[in-house]
């Protein structure tokens, strides 16, 4: 396969090939089968800001509704280079599944803007985010689509999202809006356990899987690409679990430490640094050779399309862990499975950040604030019964990890629409 022919892979070709899998297996419905084959609305604005050197400049942005028959639509907004209508498409067609598989009252949509945050001032994300929700006006609502923090965005962002939003409604109607967004800022209505709520989900699934195995994570090691909220905190979660980290790769490079590295020490370095080149105490070490690192978990929280047909092979562990949006391709999944290699699925496994988010939303909604206790509680009961829903479903089905999860999404969504029907 030349290198061209790879580019033209769409993210999204995988999403319909790990949906078709499924639909064929559980002999999904065709009528609603071809509902869930396509987006409901695609929203594409191009607005104009002006920079710090009083320039103009125009931005695309995007928000794709994939499906809302669940509840309103939900998921995050990526300020991100590589952001297109193909990736915003299968992001928020992964949403669909993923708070299916959760079993909470929410849809799935995603968002973003085509831009490098790091090449921007604060003043001038600060307009960019502005302006974007003002593109979008009613395309988002509290109680029709929810955003939430996803590569490149934060809580800042979010709260400039929510002043934005509650700016354009009427006085009377402003403090009724805060669950526009979530992963807000805690004092500005977010929920406490919010930032680390993906990597706590993670960690929760691998202690279950770990459990089913007989596994001893306190003698287990791992490494993990992709160093940011969702990979270092699962990383930091795990050291707590005696777990040993022996590598990580970021956009600025790889390094590795047979003995292992600290991950709060990491963390704290990257936070100041921006990156995990450099790291002391580690050794740099190319992209092949961190993809060959020897431990039992790979942990890929980083960006979609990184196991594939070339590099499936090269892994030397016994279970993948997919922090990541679609982290592993079709043909990648096939050779992990291949090789008896556990890959426990994105729309399982990060799950934890929709749910966190979806409690925020309830507290806002309930004018509530949660302890962190309760939020972590409420947060392992949920990702317990969706992996032990997931690992019936693959024992029923006699199948892998991601088509059973994805067989456990689309079995609540098809039962909603045998009982809603089709309008009119």
Do not use: C
Request: hydrophobic share 40%; proline share 4%; charged share 20%.
């Amino acid at each position: 396969m030349t290198e061209n022919t790879k580019k033209k892979v769409s993210v999204y070709d995988n999403v319909t090939k790990q949906f078709n899998k499924a639909a064929d297996l559980m002999g999904l419905d065709p009528d609603i089968r071809t509902i869930l084959s396509n987006t409901t609305n695609e929203i594409v604005v191009n607005f104009p800001v002006t920079m710090d050197d009083g320039s103009i400049k125009v931005f695309t942005g995007y928000r794709v509704q994939h499906n809302s028959v669940l509840g309103p639509y939900k998921g995050g907004l990526r300020f991100h280079p590589s952001v297109n209508i193909d990736e915003v498409r299968a992001l928020a067609t992964w949403m669909t599944w993923k708070t299916a598989v959760a079993h909470i009252p929410l849809g799935g949509a995603k968002g973003g803007i085509q831009l490098d945050p790091s090449q921007y001032s604060i003043n001038e994300l600060r307009h960019i985010t502005r302006r974007f929700t003002f593109a979008l006006g009613n395309n988002i609502g509290p109680e029709y689509d929810i955003p939430a923090p996803d590569v490149g965005t934060n809580a800042q962002i979010m709260a400039w999202i929510l002043d934005t939003y509650v700016s354009m409604r009427s006085p009377q109607e402003r403090h009724g809006a805060s669950h526009i967004v979530t992963g807000k800022p805690i004092e500005s209505g977010g929920s406490l356990g919010r930032e680390k709520a993906t990597g706590q989900g993670t960690v929760y699934v691998i202690e279950m899987w770990a459990n089913d195995n007989n596994f001893d994570l306190s003698k287990a090691s791992y490494f993990v690409q992709g160093f940011g909220n969702v990979g270092s905190w699962t990383a930091k979660l795990l050291k707590q679990l005696g777990s040993t980290l022996k590598a990580v790769e970021d956009a600025t490079g790889a390094i590795f430490n047979e003995n292992g590295l600290d991950a709060d020490e990491l963390a704290a370095y990257v936070e100041a640094k921006g990156g995990v080149a450099g790291f002391p105490g580690s050794t740099a070490i190319d992209h092949d050779t961190f993809l060959r690192t020897k431990a039992d978990i790979f942990i890929p929280a980083a960006l979609e399309n990184q196991i594939t047909g070339e590099t499936a092979p090269k892994l030397n562990v016994k279970l993948v862990v997919e922090a990541a949006n679609g982290p592993t391709s079709p043909e990648g999944g096939d050779i992990l499975e291949e090789r008896g290699i556990d890959a426990l699925p994105d729309i399982l496994v990060n799950s934890g950040g929709v749910t966190v988010s979806y409690f925020e939303w309830l507290q806002n909604k309930r004018s509530e604030y949660w302890d962190l206790e309760e939020v972590d509680a409420k947060l392992f009961k949920t990702m317990k019964r969706a992996y032990r829903k997931v690992r019936s479903t693959k024992s029923e089905y006699n199948t892998d990890w991601r088509t059973a999860a994805y067989i456990v999404a689309l079995s609540r969504l098809a039962t909603v629409y045998r009982e809603r029907g089709i309008f009119p």
